[in-house]
């Protein structure tokens, strides 16, 4: 499937969702900004994908992420931080949400299991309590040690700045 095809408006998502559920498929669901796609993006989505049948990503709009990260974040658009995760064998669609959290989107979906970092406590997760409630799983997966964003993007800075 070509990855804009992966790229869904709320409304595909939700009717993709009950598609595959109706087939019997496990939907599994995270989110995050995915500003800079590094090696502990790729392995915690595949992951997160081996938890389940399908893995539908929900990604921060641009302002979303300039909300969260500041100003100067992100450093990739929306789109194109979704069509470089819909080129990953791991990720089935990706949908994009305005709000600061994922609840809305997450309430909209309702996955089978939703999937966290380790380090968010479950009780602590956007959507755990919805996703419970609807027979659902929540689960967290470890990191890739090292590996962020913001150290990629200091390291870029160290380089050609010569500043940290």
């Known amino acids: 499937m070509s990855s804009k095809v992966k790229l869904l408006a709320p409304c595909n998502a939700e009717r993709l969702v009950r598609e595959w559920k109706q087939q019997g498929k496990k939907v599994v669901f ?4 995915f500003d ?5 993006h790729v392995q915690y989505l595949e992951k997160a994908k081996a938890t389940g049948d399908v893995l539908i990503v929900g990604v921060n709009s641009d302002a979303s992420v300039k ?4 100003e100067n974040r992100p450093i990739a658009s929306e789109t194109d931080r979704c069509t470089v995760l819909a080129g990953l064998e791991a990720v089935d669609a990706t949908v994009i949400f305005d709000e600061d ?3 809305r989107i997450i309430a ?9 970092g380790a380090d968010w406590p479950i009780d602590k997760i956007v959507g755990a309590k919805t996703v419970l409630e609807h027979g659902g799983e929540v689960k967290t ?3 890739l040690e090292g590996r962020s964003t913001t150290s990629i993007i ?8 010569g500043k940290k």
């Not at 909300?67 to 500041?70: A, I, T």
């Not at 979906?109 to 939703?114: A, E, H, R, Y």
């Not at 200091?154 to 700045?161: D, G, K, Q, T, V």
């Open 141 to 143: 997966i470890e990191f």
């Open 101 to 103: 959290t994922p609840a």
């Open 108 to 116: 909209r979906l309702l996955p089978d299991i939703l999937i966290k």
């Open 67 to 70: 909300r969260l990260k500041g």
């Open 30 to 33: 995270t989110n995050g900004c």
């Open 154 to 161: 200091e390291r870029i800075i160290e380089i050609y700045c």
């Open 36 to 40: 800079i796609l590094h090696a502990g």
